[in-house]
């Protein structure tokens, strides 16, 4: 998340709009493909520019047209003239490192979404922007590398089953928007299992890499509460104020969404309580094994102090001593070390310190 950040200095004294890549450039080149459907067909192919994206002929009622990598603003400048964008969006579309936002223009909407990745040995997330341009007759999708995450729309599609094709635009948006929000819930698992394995460890026998993994957990969780807070704005702010790009029955979807979006925070909210319960049992845990080994520790000491004491008392140079001219009194001696030695570790048993 530091180098776009970094680059945002790029812009620094330019007019607005000016189109100016930020962020991390995940492909080498542009890829441009869209799908155009309604009830009787589909029309689906891949472009290698995009300038020639306007030129193809409109065959059926719906356009979807998807970009993966759209780094070049020569590219977006083209797009943004076939669709008649706003320089400010084709602006927002260059710049990755933008929150989850709504605008809302006379012909489209603007929509800004994240999908995330969660590598389970290292528990290190990645994030991708996605920008969805919702028009009339039309849907632009921006992604910023090849994935999979749209995959399942584009079969339904092609299978021609259920209502996508029928639906239109509206339909269309909500699947889509519905598809990355559903993608949450994976990510949310993986933690879920992280944190249970993190448990059996701490439960275990905890080390400081068991430290590292909740610490990596809660800067998981809390990077993934701060950037998906805002969605639950999003989308409520859709469902109210977008009636004339979506339809009253395509709402009652869209309300779905909105609620999946509240338990994917609150399950976020779970799991920030649960990292920090963990890390209070890991501390106690340590505590507890800690005052363990002190107590074995002082037991082992107080039982030898007594022989201690005996040999230092024998060790003195005095002439007339208990047992000193004894021919057994070096036994005798040893003897009640052991006595006393056998007494105090019987006693400790009992009040099981050992």
Known sequence: MNKPRKLRSRKAGLPPGTLVHIGEKKTRHAAFSFIDFDEQGLREDNLHDASALSQQPRLHAT?????????????????????????????????????QKLDSYEDYLYLVLHRYELKADSLELAQDQISLVIGRDYVL??????????????????????VLRKGGVDMLAYSLIDTVVDSYFGVIEQLNEY?????DKILGHPGPATLEGIHQLKRCV?????NLHPLREVLGTLHRDA???????????????????????????????????????????????VNLEVRTLTVVATIFMPATLIAGIFGMNFK????????????????LMGLIATIMLLLFWRRRYV
């Open 63 to 99: 356009r979807w047209a998807n970009v993966y990598g759209a780094s070049a603003p020569s590219d977006l400048a083209a797009i943004g003239t076939a669709f008649g964008l706003h320089p400010l969006v084709q602006e927002d579309i260059l710049n990755t490192a933008q929150r």
């Open 243 to 289: 009636g004339d790009f979506f339809r009253a029955d395509i709402q009652l979807y869209i309300r779905d969404v909105y609620d999946h979006t509240v338990h994917i925070l609150e399950s976020l909210e779970d799991l920030r309580d649960l990292a920090t319960g963990l890390l209070d049992v890991y501390l106690s845990t340590v505590s507890h094994r």
């Open 222 to 226: 809390s990077q993934l509460r701060r």
């Open 195 to 199: 944190a249970e394995s993190l448990e």
């Open 141 to 162: 999708t921006f992604q910023e590398r090849p994935s999979q995450t749209f995959e399942p729309i584009r079969l339904r599609l092609r299978s021609g089953q259920g």
């Open 320 to 335: 007339v001593m208990p047992w000193l001219e004894a021919p057994n009194g070096f036994f005798y001696a040893l003897g």
